[in-house]
């Protein structure tokens, strides 16, 4: 709706572009709902990225999370938030965010390589349990021999 807001990523450029659209027209509602929805959205990040610097994944994933709720288009948040989900461990969530932010931005190379981190940690998880459930059969057979 907004496209400007994402500006690939340029948050800073798009409050101040909000900014100057409210100081042009202060009584327009749609430069206000904008402004309010830039400042919510750059907030929202700085907030994001704070916590992720910090290590706090889990209040990151949610500060992404509540900018996600001004814009769900919004394919940095997605990508920051699919970061803190990694982090997590929570692999199938952070693939589900990347591909909602490649599809999106299909060039968008960050996204791209989060997602394949992510495939490769969940490939490996699959195959330590098909290797821990080959562990127990034997222990098993051993032990009921």
Partial sequence: MYPFIDCVGRFEEALEAAQKATRLDSNSREANKVMRKARALTSARAKGNELFKASNFHEACIAYG????????????LCNRAACRSKLGQFEKAIDDCNTALN???????????????????????????LLQQLLIYIYKTCSS
Avoid at 66 to 77: A, C, F, I, R, W
Avoid at 108 to 127: G, Q
Wanted: charged fraction near 30%; charge should be positive; include cysteine.
């Fill in 66 to 77: 509540e900018g996600l709720d001004y814009d769900p288009y919004n394919s940095v948040l």
């Fill in 104 to 130: 999106l931005r299909p060039s968008y190379i960050k996204a791209r390589l989060r997602r394949a981190d992510c495939n490769a940690k969940v490939t490996r998880l699959i195959h330590f349990y098909y």
